[in-house]
């Protein structure tokens, strides 16, 4: 008998990838927010009682960072007391819990990839909030907490990186942040990482889960031309500090992934990743 696995918040980007991806590797029944409400403990309780998973994969997420400043109750809602209810769940039916984190629980002032070990120092209620859901979720006895950052790809896909691509498509002027660095994540790569370390059976914990290496969104902006056959797109480098961002962003958000690969999980570099996403994204135009 194959296991089972309960995906909730299928709806989402990685939610709909996980739930696309795991079926190689389990039974899956998948949730979206307006199937299970994570925040109503009740619905929480109901769901993973009917169904008796092996693992319980939370991609239920407030993904909004500058929303956040303006409405902490519901991020802190969604991304952190609803992991306390997952891992007591997991506790009380005996599941392992897998939960996504992020790269913003850094302060961004780095100058080499940060490891699981770094201290985090959030800044602002989003990053704030994804750091709680981390700490709660290390409730559950058997739990993955894995990091991943500038999330592209997947069935739902409306990510930075296809907003670059699409400009850079169009002939379109496009604008990227020569100041942020970061280790992009392709969830393809998620996905299979998240399988490779359910099937290892490796040890509870925080794992960063992010292609290898890691670049500017300018650098990453050139790339996506270069490979899209457009090496002279109009690319115009900004800084964050022009953005007017709302809530504070870590600028150099590069993480190290040797600890999954310590594990026997090696995540293709951000370049590969690019290029398969961007040669499936010519194969379904």
Same mark, same amino acid.
């Given at each position: ?25 389990? /039974? ?9 409400? *994570? $925040? ?19 991609? +239920? ?11 902490? *109750? ?35 002032? +780095? ?13 602002? $209620? ?7 859901? =981390? &700490?709660?979720? +290390? ?48 969830? /393809? ?5 998240? +399988? ?13 889960? *992010?292609?290898?290496?890691? $670049?500017? &969104?300018?650098?990453?902006?050139? /790339? ?13 480098? *900004? ?23 310590? =594990?026997?999980?090696?995540?293709? $570099? &951000?370049?590969?990743?690019? /290029? ?10």
């Amino acid at each position: 008998m194959r296991r089972l696995a309960l995906v909730l918040g299928a709806g989402g980007q990685l939610g709909d990838a996980m739930a696309t991806g795991l079926g190689r590797h389990y /039974e899956v029944v998948a949730r979206t927010r307006n199937e299970v409400d *994570v $925040t109503v403990p009740d619905a929480m309780h109901a769901a993973v009682a009917s169904v008796l998973p092996d693992v319980l994969i939370n991609c +239920a997420a407030y993904t909004n960072v500058d929303g956040a400043e303006q409405d902490p *109750v519901t991020a802190l809602a969604v991304n952190a007391s609803s992991v306390r209810t997952m891992a007591r769940l997991a506790a009380e039916f005996d599941v392992t819990l897998v939960h996504y984190s992020t790269d913003f629980v850094f302060d961004g002032v +780095a100058t080499a990839p940060y490891r699981e070990t770094d201290a985090p120092n959030p800044r602002g $209620t989003y990053a704030v909030s994804k750091l709680l859901g =981390e &700490w709660l979720a +290390a409730d559950a006895p058997r739990h993955y907490v894995l990091r991943v950052e500038s999330l592209f790809g997947g069935p739902r896909a409306k990510s930075s990186v296809d907003r670059i691509l699409d400009g850079i498509l169009a002939g379109s002027p496009v604008r990227a942040f020569a100041d942020r660095t970061v280790s992009p994540s392709y969830v /393809e790569d998620v996905v299979a990482a998240t +399988a490779a370390l359910l099937a290892r059976r490796s040890p509870s914990g925080v794992y960063h889960c *992010v292609n290898s290496g890691y $670049t500017t &969104w300018s650098g990453l902006a050139h /790339e996506v031309a270069r490979i899209a056959g457009r090496p002279d797109a109009p690319i115009t480098d *900004v800084s964050m500090d022009d953005a007017q961002l709302v809530a504070p962003r870590p600028k150099f958000a590069a993480l190290a992934n040797a600890k999954l690969a310590a =594990e026997g999980v090696i995540m293709p $570099t &951000w370049q590969q990743a690019i /290029e398969r996403y961007v040669h499936a994204r010519a194969g379904h135009a």
